[in-house]
Structure formats: structure tokens, C-alpha cells
């Protein structure tokens, strides 16, 4: 996932989670104590347990947040929080459970009535879907609407900035451009899907996938009605398969949702719809949503990237506000990207310099210190298979190689150091402050770095086109990423295989296409043996960090309020995040 996305570390959430005496017990059902008062339930309660569970419906859910949905629209949103955020109005044929920690990671059937019925080959996928599902204006949805939703993200021109895996699995050589050219009459024109019927869908895929069940979780996988389809303004108002529609949308300032009401309890697995109203309030006043945190006047970061550093100082003297608060590992690495298509960075051993130049403290320190992530040393995060402590250029040791660093610009023609510019997003503070720590301890060895902060909902068009990354020299780019799914391939694939560099909404910035491992994603994507697996992964996360493309900073945490009048509290592992369809008040308000 990206730039706010995913998968926490259920092992090491579990290690972490130092919980303090809570302040009362949590008893389920609407009747509990602590489920109709609320209360604080101590630190990483939630990491590992649903804090204050209830089946109370009313009230309003109020979240906040300093970033702006980068779309509303399924098939081209990308941020973690926005993909959580969809479990409020999109439904898919499976998804991930409404369960706490790695629970939450189980596939369960979703609009689907069961799990797919796969062929002996592993090529084909068939799903039936269940009775009683609808959009928000009535209509039925069918097999089509499927089928239409996945097809719009082939419109790349059209619907860009999105996860584009599905077009990888089901192009096949067709070179498919979406419904809005297609000449087939149905603009059904995708061969590899098939629609025998209105409750029945049939993939192809070219080759066996054991990931392709978890794309189809993915909002690129949502039903769309043909009727209502905008184009590339679908985003503006998105209609509702779930429990909830958009009552309004108001970009930048906020979006309010409140109940569909033809939305069907009895065909869904897992969502609560406790709230009658859930309002995301945009500002760009950090400073001033934190005070509402923890004064509970807001309820939740809907980013989840944590309180800034005054506020957590704050929280962490205070036993009682910590009480409130949860800091697991959420998935990401925090990571600064080295661009080979900017010189000097062309040159393996500049981009060594950097590593070695680089003070891992420092940047720790940028985001937060030990509470905002651990140092880490490559790029495959600790909760999926075939990581490791891969450390080739001493990272975790804390400090800067200054020495190393010299003998790398004098091996790369620049003894003098040079100059670049590094990318980072203006409205996320964290990045902006790694970028001026990295600045500084660059200085050190002669390498001068211009800081040009942009504005982030802008991050498809700008860090996200390859030509604009080259026009402009940004030789290093400031950003995070957490898996689209959780495997290998759904964190490291974006990042660094070839084929999915793309012109815009690109994730592989340092444009790696190397077709070993390209290769290794399409052996692994074969074993349906998980430690086989996770074998290749640790090949391409090695390959990857022996080519100086990265400079993880850390193994991301992050330290979230929690307003101790909600309910049904708890963080997913698919999201890294608390699960926002389960949550409610406890007061109604």
C-alpha cells in the first residue's frame, strides 16, 4: 500500500505490546460498562484485543486528518487509510476479515457467497455472488458490475494513480484500453473475464497465482454501475455498494457519509454500521487536530501515521494519556529512494555515499525517535516471510560511515561531492524533517542537497512520473510503503519490478527492471509453498539492497489516539491501522 499503507507485524505487535493496567475491563455486548462509558484501556490494548467491544448503533464517528484522500474513487485511490476508509462504502467479492491483529488478514467471501472454486490448473476462478446485493440507488448488482469496475482501471489515461496488478494478470497480449473505447456494444470487452450469467464471474489467468485471490479484495476489484460511471470524476461521488453513501464531498476540507439504506446486513460477513454518521474532517493545522485528539473532541488520525513530536512527548510523560494510545509496528518502511535516472545517481557508488554517509539516528530521531520506528537495514518489512537483518551498510549501527562514504564519491568521479535535490512531501512533517536531517548529514561529505517540498496530493504527477522525476533532478525521494497484500510481492513487486513502471502513479522510483527479479516475482507467484516462497523474496530484497536503490530509515511505528468513548477498537494487520468499519460510540453523540 502506499505513502499512509500496511500489514502490521502480528509477532512483533505482540512483543510490543507493553499494555498497561487498563482502567476498567471490557464486557461485549451494548450492555457493558466500558462499552456505554467508554474508558482507556491501556497502552497497545488494541494491537492486540478489540477494546471496548459493543453492538450499540447511533451517534457520530468523527475522524480527522492533515492528508487529503488522494480518490475516492476504488479504482484509483492507493492510500492505506483510503483503502480502510472504502470498507464504509465498497464491497468486493472477498476481503479481509473484521478481526484484530493477524485475523484480520484472513480472506473471507464478501459479496461472493463463497471462495472461489479454482480449476486443477490454477488458471481459472469462479465465483457465485449472493442474492440481496445492491447499489445505493436500488439496482442489483451483478456479475457485470464486476466485471465493468475492472475494466475501467485498464483506462489508464482515464483511471490512473491505482493498484494496476489486475491488468498484469488479465491482459494476456489483448492490450485491452478500458470500456470508454471499447467496441463491444456491452463494453464488456475483456476476454479473460467472463459474466455466463448475472451471479456468476469466471477469471482466466495465464498462469497460475496463488496472490490473485487477495487482488480481488482490492477496491480496483469493486463493482461499478456502468450508468453511473463518471470517468474520471467518478471519484467525486462513488456509489455505494456498502453500508454507507456520501452525503457530501468537499475536497481538501472534508466528506461526510451516513447510512445506505440498501444495504443488506443479513449478505455481510463483517461490517458493523454502528455509526448513523461517519464525518473526515481535512486540516491542515496538525498541531490543532492533535489538541482535539487528545481533548476527544476528534475520535481518530484517519491517517494513522501518528501524533507529532510535542504531542507525543506529552502523551508518554502521562500515564494516563498513554493510556489511550497504541504504537505497533503498522507494515511500513519509511524509506528515502535513490533515482539512477538523475545523475550522479546513475552511479552505484554515489548512491553508496549516501548510504554511507547517511546518519540512521538522525533520521529516526526526524520522525519521532524509538516510538516512530525502529533503524532498519533493507527493504522487506519484519512482518512478512523472507525478511531478515540484512544490513550490508551498517544502518542499524546508528551513525554515519564518513570514511566509506569518501571512498565511494572518489570511486564514482565526484571526490568533491556534488549537489542534488530531494523530494518530499510539504503537508507529512515527518518527511519534511527527514529530508532536512538527511540534508544535513550529507554536508558532512561534501554532497549539497536542495530540499523542494510538493504538494502531496499531487504524488501521482510529480515523485509519480517518471519524466517530471528527471526534469526536475530529484535525485532522492522521501516516502514510505506498506504491501498491497500480504506477501512478498504485494510489498516489494510495486517497488522494484520493471513492469510496473509506469508514467504516472509509479511506486518503482528508482525504475529498477531487472529481469532477474522479475523473474523471481513469477516463480514465487507459482509456489504454493510459503517458505519456497519467501526464499525468492529474500533473494530480491538482498539483490535489491546490494544495488543502493533504498535508504530505509526505519520499520515504521506509529503512536495514534484513541478517544476512549469508542467502541470495537482494534488494528488490523491487513491495514495496519484500526479498523474503521468496526468502530463506534459509546455515547451516541
Known amino acids: 500500500m502506499k505513502r499512509n499503507r500496511t500489514l502490521a507485524a502480528a509477532a512483533l505487535v505482540a512483543a510490543l505490546a507493553l499494555t498497561t493496567a487498563a482502567c476498567g475491563g471490557s464486557k461485549g455486548g451494548s450492555g457493558g460498562d466500558n462499552a456505554s462509558k467508554g474508558g482507556s484501556a491501556g497502552f497497545n490494548a488494541a494491537a492486540e484485543k478489540v477494546v471496548n467491544p459493543s453492538d450499540k448503533k447511533g451517534g457520530t464517528l468523527n475522524l ?331 544502518l542499524t549501527k546508528g551513525k554515519p560511515n564518513l570514511d566509506k562514504a569518501k571512498e565511494e564519491l572518489a570511486a564514482c568521479g565526484q571526490p568533491n561531492g556534488f549537489h542534488t535535490t530531494i523530494a518530499v512531501r510539504g503537508n507529512k512533517p515527518k518527511e519534511v524533517n527527514s529530508a532536512v536531517a538527511l540534508q544535513t548529514a550529507l554536508k558532512a561529505a561534501n554532497i549539497d542537497v536542495t530540499v523542494d517540498q510538493y504538494d502531496g496530493k499531487l504524488i501521482s504527477s510529480v515523485i509519480g512520473a517518471p519524466d517530471v522525476v528527471k526534469s526536475k533532478g530529484y535525485g532522492l525521494i522521501v516516502m514510505g510503503w506498506g504491501a498491497d497484500y500480504p506477501t512478498g510481492s504485494g510489498y516489494l513487486q510495486p517497488l522494484v519490478d520493471g513492469r510496473f513502471i509506469a508514467s504516472n502513479g509509479n511506486n518503482n522510483y528508482a525504475e529498477i527492471n531487472d529481469p532477474e527479479i522479475n523473474g523471481w516475482f513469477d516463480q514465487a507467484a507459482q509456489e504454493t509453498d510459503p517458505a519456497k516462497a519467501a526464499d525468492l523474496y529474500k533473494k530480491i530484497n538482498h539483490k535489491v539492497v546490494d544495488g543502493a536503490y533504498y535508504l530505509p530509515i526505519v520499520a515504521d511505528k506509529a503512536l495514534n489516539w484513541r478517544n476512549p468513548r469508542l467502541t470495537n477498537v482494534y488494528i488490523t494487520d491487513a491495514y495496519g491501522e484500526v479498523d474503521f468499519q468496526a468502530l463506534g460510540v459509546s455515547d451516541g453523540k
Open 64 to 394: 480527522w486528518t492533515t492528508t487529503d484522500v488522494d480518490s475516492l474513487d476504488p479504482g484509483r485511490a492507493y492510500y492505506a487509510s483510503v483503502w480502510n476508509y472504502e470498507r464504509f462504502y465498497t464491497r468486493t467479492l472477498l476481503a479481509f476479515d473484521g478481526k484484530p491483529g493477524k485475523d484480520g488478514l484472513n480472506l473471507v467471501p464478501d459479496l461472493a457467497t463463497a471462495k472461489p472454486e479454482i480449476s486443477a490448473d490454477g488458471k481459472t476462478y469462479t465465483f457465485k455472488l449472493k442474492s440481496g446485493l445492491k447499489f445505493e440507488d436500488g439496482s442489483v448488482i451483478t456479475s457485470k458490475d464486476i466485471k465493468y469496475g475492472i475494466e475501467r482501471i485498464f483506462a489508464q489515461d482515464v483511471v490512473s494513480g491505482g493498484p494496476t496488478y489486475l491488468i498484469n494478470e488479465l491482459d494476456q497480449g489483448q492490450d485491452y484500453k478500458g470500456p470508454y473505447t471499447d467496441a463491444d456494444p456491452n463494453k464488456l470487452g475483456l476476454k479473460t473475464v467472463e459474466t455466463p450469467d448475472d451471479t456468476t464471474i469466471v477469471f482466466h489467468l495465464a498462469k497460475p497465482n496463488s496472490d490473485f485471490p487477495y487482488l480481488l479484495a482490492m477496491g480496483s476489484a469493486a463493482p461499478v454501475p456502468q450508468k453511473l460511471d463518471t470517468g474520471s470524476k467518478y471519484g467525486d461521488k462513488p456509489v455505494s455498494s456498502g453500508p454507507y453513501k456520501f452525503k457530501s464531498v468537499e475536497p481538501g476540507k472534508g466528506y461526510e457519509l451516513v447510512r445506505n439504506e440498501n444495504w443488506d446486513a443479513s449478505t455481510d460477513p463483517f461490517r458493523k454500521a454502528l455509526p448513523d454518521v461517519v464525518k473526515l474532517t481535512v486540516t491542515t493545522n496538525a498541531d490543532d487536530m492533535d489538541a482535539r485528539l487528545l481533548a476527544n473532541t476528534a475520535d481518530l488520525d484517519w491517517a494513522q501515521t501518528g501524533l507529532s513530536q510535542a504531542a507525543q512527548v506529552k502523551v508518554l510523560q502521562d500515564p494516563a494519556l498513554k493510556a489511550n494510545t497504541d504504537d505497533p509496528y503498522n507494515g511500513f518502511i519509511r524509506y528515502v529512494t535513490m533515482a539512477p535516472s538523475v545523475a550522479p545517481f546513475d552511479n552505484i557508488h554515489c548512491r553508496n555515499a549516501v548510504l554511507y554517509a547517511a546518519d540512521s539516528t538522525a533520521l529516526q530521531t526526524a520522525r519521532g525517535g524509538s516510538v516512530a520506528g525502529s533503524l532498519f537495514g533493507s527493504m522487506l518489512p519484519p512482518n512478512i516471510l523472507g525478511s531478515d537483518d540484512y544490513d550490508p551498510f551498517g
